[in-house]
């Protein structure tokens, strides 16, 4: 156990090679929606054909995620991260070669997001936990989770100056050869949850770490919350753009707004991350739902000048993925670090149900309206339901099992 403990990387390069996975693998997706219009332009598909694209990319970055963690909790994260980088850097190589809704499916929705999905929070937050002493694991899941802000900050903008500087076909080949600067991450979060076992712990299969998981009242409503913020992560990552279009405002405020959610998003993550184990987690999912619901509704309100773009986004920023580390954290609690991957990967899945239907809705809502209002008002109510669902939550471990 001693030799074990001496062979494990340190500290800040662990959460340098998981927080730098995030940031280019979730950069790349995040900053997508600014390449909808130029796609449609090209195309000719439509919008809604290809939201449809961007949604079911939201939903197979959700489908992966169990899979990808029962498959690191066995044979470690390594070759799990190994494979999903290359696939998010194949598919967005690929996706200006698309001229079909259902290309566009495979190269968005299947190759990307499923690579991303490999190369995700459920993969990395496990990895990081089983690598890290667990009294700083709360901090530490903040601050992997900031590093998909800190992508998203710095990709937007490379982005939106490499579709000015060489178009938008060589701009999303540059971000796919850009995201294979992490490929050495993998080597160092190599391992799998056996590692975490305690001596005489006994072993559990995957299938019944799920079937107790799915029995468990307080895991099931924190999957349902998780939804929710789904439904608003994946609606503001591919329309915000849009949005900022039907304000009459030039193109480079979209830029600029996704910037500031993944730079405001970095404050939110490391400062929930400080939060978790000094509040209940629960209520800071609740108030994290609760504040989107009436920052939304303020800037339904609000004039749409630029600055206002820039103070919602900024604001949503702060609740972008902070929900992230008191819901890894409640699953770590719930059930331990054995299966972590593998049950946070489920209730991740349920975040991108939530995410395909906010990307493909507002797509379909905007062609038969002409606004994002009726997604605005579906957001808040949504908001205001996962506040509530998170109340009843109880936080002691449910149960403690490792993965056979």
Not at 113 to 139: D, E, I, N
Not at 163 to 190: D, N, T
Request: net charge positive.
């Amino acid at each position: 156990m001693i030799e074990n403990r001496r062979s494990q990387p340190a500290l800040w390069l662990v959460l340098l090679a998981a927080a730098g996975t995030f940031a280019l693998t979730m950069g790349t997706r995040q900053t997508m929606g600014l390449f909808l219009s130029p796609i449609n332009t090209s195309t000719g598909l439509g919008l809604g054909s290809i939201s449809l694209a961007f949604a079911f990319g939201q939903l197979f970055w959700g489908l992966t995620q169990p899979f990808a963690g029962a498959v690191a909790d066995r044979i470690g994260a390594g070759r799990v991260l190994l494979a999903g980088v290359l696939l998010v850097a194949l598919g967005t190589f690929i996706t200006p070669l698309m001229t079909s809704t259902v290309g566009l499916i495979f190269a968005i929705g299947v190759l990307s997001a499923g690579g991303a999905g490999m190369a995700g929070p459920a993969v990395l937050m496990a990895a990081t936990t089983r690598l890290l002493p667990p009294g700083r694991s709360g901090l530490a899941t903040g601050i992997v989770n900031a590093g998909g802000s800190f992508g998203q900050f710095v990709m937007a903008p490379i982005a939106a100056a490499l579709m000015l500087g060489v178009g938008w076909v060589a701009a999303l080949q540059i971000m796919g050869v850009i995201v294979l600067v992490c490929l050495p991450a993998a080597f160092l979060l190599r391992g799998n949850s056996l590692q975490a076992a305690p001596a005489g712990q006994k072993l559990v299969g995957t299938r019944e770490a799920i079937g107790t998981a799915l029995r468990t009242p307080s895991y099931l409503l924190l999957a349902a919350g998780f939804f929710v913020c789904g439904f608003h992560v994946a609606f503001l990552a591919t329309h915000l753009p849009g949005v900022v279009d039907t304000c009459g405002l030039p193109p480079q405020w979209a830029g600029w707004s996704l910037a500031m959610i993944g730079l405001f998003n970095i404050i939110g993550s490391v400062g929930m991350g400080w939060a978790v184990g000094r509040w209940r987690m629960k209520s800071l999912l609740s108030l994290v739902y609760a504040t989107r619901a009436v920052a939304v509704a303020v800037f339904l309100m609000a004039p749409k000048t630029g600055p206002v773009m820039l103070v919602f986004a900024a604001v949503m920023g702060l609740t972008f993925l902070s929900t992230v580390p008191p819901t890894a954290g409640l699953v770590a609690r719930f059930f331990g670090p054995a299966n972590m991957a593998t049950l946070f990967g489920l209730v991740l899945l349920t975040h991108q149900v939530g995410g395909f239907l906010g990307a493909w809705l507002g797509g379909k809502v905007f062609e038969a309206t002409g606004s994002y209002d009726w997604l605005w008002y579906a957001d808040i109510v949504l908001a205001v339901g996962a506040a509530l669902i998170h109340l009843p939550i109880k936080e002691a471990p449910q149960a403690r099992a490792v993965a056979a």
